[in-house]
């Protein structure tokens, strides 16, 4: 209760004198009931103060932030036993979500509150000690039935990651490792060991089927949650996956593409909408790419025979580009590719329309062309390609400059188009053979042009 007095003279000058002792007696006391909170929130598994976590009083509207040292202040608290609650975007995208701690707001010590350790958590969630090494992150969350939202004991999740381990200057080698767990009587599962500092592929099992195949990385906490869902026989009817994709403007995204990784695919209209229908059920993994726009992709819950709306963010490329002067519309930059495979050059290596109709993926296009190798991207089912190291006498390889529509891109996206999406791709093995404007001579390694119908 807020508790205010009128100092007004006048006022108190008409007062009885009986009442006026009483109120003299009682200010004290209501100021000396209320109480300020004083404490700092530490971020135990960045090992660093925790900067803009909202931290409040549970039941009240008492609300404050830290600052650049973790520090906070909330006055007018009456004195009494009380929960602080402290939330935060990074801990919530590591899956800790609001922290709570009782706290005394009468005796006047500085409250310190702490996140749980990485090793704290190994010991409580893992049944060990941290130790020392390289793969050092958790995974949880629940695997639910996709139609009931019922936890699911005994579902097993398998995780897989790649390992880039170096042997010498020149070479690295790739070795795949993985962990397979299996949830609780409460549906909750723990993977502990995987990698923090790589993207993670997930998929849960749960009797015969299985959600779609999901990706995560884990931030500088080493910790993350992902809920998943699967869909059990006999309902597993397909859904449909409807949405919009928005720039960090709210303006509507036009002239890209929408795909589940283990389905259909779509383009975005011109009002940044898209649908897809004949989507498995569970968990699935959708993939967002627009020129000039980073990829998104996330993790969609579909339930069966129903309709997932969602809003998908697409921020601007994280690339920062050499001046480039732009001539002319698409069908140019068309014409200018079939003029350069009509030429036969020598520079570089093509394949068009009519070679590409008949492959299966964008693997068979690309290991069609000489000198390149494939290899697994940050995800598993993902791939990039690698070329000759032209800037250490052809000892090593390199990663390739890609470009979509003569726009940068990056090597995530290859795998969200099929052949038949193409008109044509050329890849030039050094970068001075590659057309001027298309050249990284900071990297001097190749480039890869891809051109898709979209420009036509």
């Not at 749980?116 to 000690?129: F, M, V």
């Not at 919009?244 to 002239?255: D, H, L, P, R, S």
């Not at 998908?312 to 930059?333: I, K, N």
């Amino acid at each position: 209760m807020t508790h205010r007095v009128d100092y007004n003279p006048e006022t108190l000058c008409g007062m009885d004198p009986m009442r006026l002792a009483l109120l003299l007696l009682l200010v004290p006391q209501i100021a000396a009931a209320q109480r300020s909170v004083n404490g700092t929130v530490y971020d135990s598994l960045r090992h660093a103060p925790l900067r803009g976590a909202d931290v409040w009083v549970r039941g009240s509207e008492r609300h404050t932030e830290t600052d650049t040292d973790g520090r906070f202040h909330l006055d007018s608290i009456p004195p009494g036993r009380y929960t602080l609650l402290v939330s935060h975007p990074g801990l919530d995208s590591a899956g800790l979500f609001t922290l709570a701690v009782p706290v005394n707001a009468g005796d006047g010590a500085l409250v310190r509150l702490a996140t749980p350790s990485l090793a704290t958590l190994w010991q409580r969630r893992c049944g060990q000690e941290l130790g020392t090494r390289s793969d050092s992150g958790i995974v949880f969350g629940f695997v639910q039935d996709a139609k009931t939202q019922a936890h699911l004991a005994g579902a097993g999740v398998l995780l897989k990651w790649l390992r880039i381990i170096q042997t010498d200057p020149v070479n690295v080698y790739t070795q795949p490792r993985d962990v397979t767990v299996k949830t609780d009587s409460t549906g909750t599962y723990y993977a502990c060991g995987v990698a923090s500092d790589m993207k993670i592929a997930l998929r849960a099992y749960a009797q015969r089927d299985s959600s779609g195949l999901v990706d995560l990385q884990l931030g500088p906490r080493s910790i993350g949650r992902q809920d998943l869902t699967v869909a059990l026989a006999p309902d597993r009817q397909t859904g449909v996956v409807r949405g919009q994709a928005i720039t960090n403007e709210q303006t509507a995204v036009w002239g890209g593409r929408v795909s589940v990784r283990e389905g259909a695919s779509t383009i975005i209209n011109d009002n940044g909408t898209f649908l897809i229908r004949g989507v498995a059920p569970g968990t699935q993994w959708l993939s967002v790419q627009a020129i000039g726009r980073a990829p998104a992709g996330q993790a969609v819950d579909v339930r069966p025979g129903d309709t997932t709306s969602l809003t998908v963010t697409l921020g601007p490329l994280p690339v920062a580009l050499t001046p480039v002067r732009v001539v002319g519309q698409a069908s140019r930059m068309l014409n200018d590719f079939e003029q350069r495979r009509r030429s036969g050059s020598g520079l570089g290596y093509f394949r068009g329309e009519a070679e590409m109709a008949d492959m299966a993926s964008m693997r068979s296009v690309l290991s069609s062309f000489p000198t390149i190798q494939l290899v697994k991207g940050r995800g598993n089912t993902d791939f990039q390609a690698l070329l000759p190291n032209p800037g250490i006498g052809g000892r090593g390889w390199c990663v390739p400059a890609l470009y979509i529509d003569g726009f940068l891109g990056d090597w995530d996206q290859v795998q969200t188009y099929k052949p038949q999406d193409l008109v044509g791709v050329e890849m030039y093995p050094r970068a001075a053979s590659a057309p001027l404007q298309y050249q990284q001579v900071s990297t001097g390694c190749g480039v890869v042009l891809i051109w898709t119908k979209y420009l036509k």
